[in-house]
């Protein structure tokens, strides 16, 4: 599957995302990204997330994900790793033992792997790993890589992991700088001996000795705690990293084949469909997927819902209420799955009910859709704190209360056409603006990727000499 046909004087990058739907997708974008600067990339995925993608994009017939890029003349060869598990073995039905994997199995493998490409593409000279992985530090030091993590959620997030030895020493976090509720799930649990504890703990070791740390955020949406970071690591704000003109990416990174709602789409009047999507990889209760499909019905509100049949569980996929979807005909459109970026840029959105994931945020601020909030794991209830305390563009479902159908209603129709919904749509367009202004050139996020690059430069060149 590798191709090393390409100029072998690049400098060579390589890059391996955590395998989660929500990491890939920024990390493909990163590759392109890189790419396009001159970089050769050896993206590594997983077997599992491989076979997905492909198996989901069957109909593109290639298995090289990224066959598309080198066509326009990106450098970008492509590869893949076991994860330890067998690709029928379901890793959300057993989490824990897929996460332990991650943590004790897949290193040996990569380790395997990184030592092939490296003797077969001597030019390779750094490692871009996801903050997740405990052993990044390993691998770049035994094969003399610069050692880059990637951080794919926000910077608030990464600080308040990094400096969990304080919550651990004395029970809190400053009162003033956030509320217990508004910390990662991990972070609120009573249970803190868990595998994802253990990967977040080590992780947060290894990441102190990298040599940068890159984000998928904004220097202005998020200063006083980047400039903070800053001071102990070279920190770079490179956000949003979007796929080119915020259109399909040319590279297939979606895990589950994706439902065409245009057409439905095209039917409906300007900003008059609210889009529910919960993530995926999340899993919420029945009761309260049955509170929000009941809310749904009696909004009366036109709505698209992305529900995956493993949201409740792998075990348990019928969970709507009886007659659900004949009672919502022509009104409400149930998919397993869809290009998120087709739906939530087409003009007859006019809200966004999501769990608070990163990518979803940044999404719909670059579409100017105010969000109906509703998180249900580790980073959205911190994602969720900036989107409604924070940033003003958007409110909470429940806050923390038990959900009803009724409760539901009524916040749909607050975001959707309430008295307070053109304030949300004003802060949400300003918000758009420092995004677009970041990305423009000599914005903050144009300047600080440069600067990433040439730092990076630097270091690729004192490692060599030494």
């Known amino acids: 599957m590798e191709n090393n046909s390409n100029d072998q004087n690049n400098p060579h990058i390589l890059m391996i995302p955590y395998p989660l739907q929500g990491h890939v997708i920024p990390f493909v974008h990163l590759a392109i990204k890189l790419a396009s600067n001159g970089f050769a990339i050896t993206f590594i995925n997983t077997l599992f997330i491989h076979h997905q993608i492909t198996r989901a994009h069957s109909h593109d017939g290639t298995h090289d994900i990224f066959s598309q890029a080198r066509k326009s003349g990106l450098d970008i060869r492509y590869t893949t790793v076991s994860d330890g598990f ?139 705690t980047i400039s903070a970071l800053q001071k102990k690591h070279p920190v770079f704000a490179i956000g949003p990293i979007f796929p080119s003109g915020f259109t399909k ?66 075990d348990e996929t019928q969970f709507l209420p009886v007659d659900f979807e004949e009672n919502i005909k022509g009104r409400g459109l149930i998919v397993p799955w869809c290009c998120q970026i087709d739906v939530i840029s087409h003009p007859a959105i006019g809200g966004f009910l999501t769990h608070c994931g990163w990518n979803s945020i940044l999404e719909s601020i670059w579409c100017n859709i105010p969000l109906l909030c509703f998180p249900l794991l580790t980073d959205q209830f ?24 009724e409760n539901v209603r009524e916040n749909i129709h607050r975001l959707m056409s309430g008295k307070s919904s053109e304030e949300w749509r004003k802060n949400v367009s300003g918000m758009r603006n420092i995004l677009e202004n970041a990305l423009s050139k000599d914005g903050s996020s144009d300047k600080n990727f440069n600067q990433f690059i040439n730092d990076m430069k630097v270091k690729i060149l004192k490692k060599r000499i030494a």
């Open 86 to 224: 067998p690709l029928g073995f379901d890793r959300s039905l057993n989490h824990d033992q897929f996460m332990e994997g991650l943590l004790h199995v897949l290193p040996a493998h990569i380790d395997q792997l990184v030592r092939d490409i490296v003797e077969m593409n001597p030019e390779v000279s750094c490692f871009v790993s996801d903050t997740f992985f405990v052993w990044s530090s390993m691998i770049a030091n035994k094969y003399n890589l610069v050692n880059i993590s990637f951080w794919t959620e926000p910077a608030l997030v990464f600080t308040l992991y990094y400096h969990m030895d304080l919550l651990r020493i004395h029970g809190h976090f400053d009162s003033a700088a956030i509320e217990p509720k508004d910390l990662m799930s991990y972070l609120q649990a009573a249970d803190t001996k868990t595998v994802v504890h253990r990967i977040i703990y080590k992780a947060f070791e290894d990441v102190r000795k990298v040599d940068f740390i890159i984000c998928n955020t904004v220097q202005e949406l998020e200063s006083e």
């Open 249 to 314: 990416s040319i590279v297939a990174t979606s895990l589950w084949s994706e439902s065409e709602c245009t057409q439905w789409l095209n039917t409906k009047p300007h900003s008059s469909v609210l889009y529910v999507s919960f993530g995926s990889y999340a899993h919420a209760s029945k009761e309260d997927m049955q509170e929000i499909a009941l809310g749904l019905l009696v909004s009366e509100v036109n709505f698209i819902w992305v529900l995956r049949p493993d949201i409740v569980s792998s």
């Open 382 to 405: 911190t994602n969720r704190k900036l989107v409604v305390d924070d940033w003003k563009i958007g409110i909470n479902l429940c806050d923390n209360k038990p959900i009803t159908g």
